[in-house]
């Protein structure tokens, strides 16, 4: 059972332009989301976390969104830039106390100079 | 280098073999996680530590697996009588307080079960 999707196994983006990876979970139970970013041969880097009770954080070039009601979460990176090539990985811990972390498979993007 | 450390990088064994797996983490750091890859798909849970005591553990950890972090610094993970769908990217993180922005994930340990 995929309690987290990433429905897209790869997405490809001129650089400068924007990228948007998408995210759905179905345990109504997460509170807290997560996005890693993670090169060949390295283990995955941290990038932006929300928390469920905000629709919206910010760093950088990188946002995140949260639609609660829709089990949707997405990540923005704008503009994008070749160093962004990579793949990405949403995870969601549940409420509870819980220091487990589901991940989904992953997007991989290209960004193409 | 202060970083998640893994020890080593890349195994091969042949099945039914025994092997162990190390995770220095980040000194300071109270929390240390299991993880592991397969191809294809995203990291899965294994086993989490908050010093020496071993307080989560996912139903994936059958019998041939352990796991111990004597003394609440480095880990271990060992397989016993590995099997090929064994074979996978075992990944180790650690951090200080609850995910985050403080906790890092190692290079992980390539394992490949013939």
């Known amino acids: 059972d995929q309690q987290v999707k990433q429905n897209s196994p790869s997405l490809s983006v001129q650089e400068g332009r924007i990228s948007i990876l998408n995210c759905d979970y179905t345990?109504?139970?997460?509170?807290?989301f997560l996005w890693y970013k993670k090169y060949p041969a390295e283990g995955p880097t941290f990038l932006i976390s929300?928390?469920?009770?905000?629709d919206k954080n910010e760093d950088g070039r990188f946002t995140v969104f949260l639609n609660k009601s829709a089990k949707h979460l997405s990540l923005h990176i704008v503009p994008s830039q070749p160093g962004d090539s990579a793949v990405y990985f949403c995870?969601?811990?549940?409420?509870?106390?819980?220091?487990?972390?589901?991940f989904g498979k992953g997007t991989k993007l290209t960004v193409n100079p | 280098d202060t970083g998640v450390s893994q020890d080593p990088r890349h195994k091969i064994t042949k099945r039914g073999q025994n092997v162990t797996f190390r995770c220095d983490p980040i000194?300071?750091?109270?929390?240390l996680y299991w993880y592991r890859q397969t191809l294809g798909q995203g990291p899965e849970f294994l086993t989490y530590?908050?010093?020496?005591?071993?307080l989560e553990k996912s139903r994936l950890l059958s019998d041939r697996f352990s796991a111990e972090r004597p003394k609440g610094s480095f880990s271990t993970l060992e397989i016993q009588r590995t099997e090929q769908g064994d074979s996978a990217m075992y990944l180790c993180?650690?951090?200080?307080?609850?995910w985050g922005a403080g906790a890092f994930f190692g290079q992980g340990t390539r394992l490949t079960v013939v």
């Open positions: 000194s300071e750091h109270n929390r």
């Open positions: 993180a650690s951090s200080l307080e609850v």
């Open positions: 929300i928390s469920s009770i905000k």
């Open positions: 345990n109504s139970m997460f509170d807290y």
């Open positions: 995870a969601a811990r549940r409420a509870g106390g819980s220091e487990k972390l589901v």
């Open positions: 530590f908050q010093n020496e005591a071993q």
